[in-house]
């Protein structure tokens, strides 16, 4: 009985599992439908300035509409790494990003670019290559691009992916940890790798003025990052609250739906061009950036 018993869970977990399988496959199939007929696009997220709410950048986000309907990348990111289509849609956002961004430099709007990236597309073969590429062929210049990589992804990734992240960085772009504060890296291994930017997870922003560790965590890691020459990003800004304290705290940057949504290019354009004092800045609703 006991037998039986264990064989029917095992068949019901293999029923689960090749439906799992089939619904990847699926999903892979659609990715590279999608990607073949542009069914993909790019949205833009503002990053300020806190101090004087000026756009220093955009973090570029994949968007896919599937039959009109929006799906997270973290619904599909998985999967089209899985599928190995990871390579050619991430070469995808940072080519369009690239030429975006350069366009807008072209106008004389003075920002840069985020991309993310995930630890497959790192260890593609000619990776460095095509980032070179993109690079010449938008006309943007490398020291203008900011590569996104998870603090966990730095922590497992191993001496192959930083050095291919070093190489990157030999180009001349800019390597931002992003979620930081979630992965784990010790103070040791931070100092030790070729990294320009961290971004506080928004775990920690969540919590300011509600959470007395997760502020005082906030605090230590602005400290930090400035001790260490680096640049900070507070991700996932919602509350006026939040901004006061994070300008408080002495942090250069961030980003958030208080700031600015992620929007697609011209909306983007849209918000610098109603801005009253003529430059990249943002008219944030009243209060919370001028307080
Ligand atoms: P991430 O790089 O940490 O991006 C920030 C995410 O937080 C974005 O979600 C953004 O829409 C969201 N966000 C920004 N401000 C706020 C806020 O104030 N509140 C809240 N609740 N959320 C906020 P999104 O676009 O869903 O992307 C999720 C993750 O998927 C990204 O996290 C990134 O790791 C990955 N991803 C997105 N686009 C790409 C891409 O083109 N390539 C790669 N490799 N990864 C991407
Ligand atoms: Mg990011
Ligand atoms: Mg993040
Ligand atoms: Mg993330």
């Not at 000026?54 to 990111?77: K, M, Q, S, Y």
């Not at 509600?210 to 260490?228: A, M, N, S, W, Y």
Request: net charge negative; glycine share 10%; proline share 5%.
């Amino acid at each position: 009985r006991a037998k039986d018993l264990g064989g029917g869970r095992v068949e019901v977990f293999a029923a689960k599992m090749h439906a799992d399988v089939v619904r990847r496959l699926e999903l892979g199939g659609e990715l590279q439908r999608a990607l073949t007929e542009q069914r993909f696009t790019v949205e833009f997220q503002p990053v300020v300035e806190l101090a004087t709410s000026r756009v220093t950048g955009v973090e570029a986000l994949v968007r896919w509409w599937r039959d009109g309907e929006f799906v997270p990348p973290e619904e599909f990111i998985g999967t089209a790494e899985e599928s190995g289509l990871m390579i050619p849609l991430g070469n995808w956002v940072l080519r369009e990003a690239c030429c975006q961004v350069a366009r807008w430099r072209a106008s004389g709007w003075d920002i840069g670019l985020s991309i993310n990236l995930r630890p497959r597309e790192i260890a593609a073969p000619r990776f460095v290559e095509s980032v070179a590429t993109a690079l010449d062929d938008s006309g943007l210049s490398p020291g203008m691009l900011t590569l996104e990589v998870e603090e966990e992804v730095l922590v497992d990734g191993g001496d192959e992916l930083i050095a291919r992240l070093s190489a990157l960085r030999d180009l001349g772009v800019r390597l931002a940890i992003d979620d930081f504060g979630t992965g784990y890296a010790s103070l040791a291994f931070l100092r030790q790798l070729p990294v320009d930017v961290i971004k506080i997870d928004p775990s920690f922003v969540a919590g300011l003025g509600r959470d007395e560790t997760l502020t005082l965590l906030t605090r230590t890691i602005v400290r930090v990052g400035r001790d260490l020459g680096l640049s900070v990003v507070a991700e996932g800004i919602e509350r006026p609250e939040q901004l006061v304290l994070l300008k408080e705290m002495g942090c250069p940057r961030g980003q958030g739906f208080l700031v600015a949504r992620p929007m697609a290019a011209q909306g983007v354009e849209a918000l610098v061009r109603t801005n009253p004092r003529g430059e990249a800045s943002i008219p944030l609703h009243g209060s919370a950036l001028s307080a």
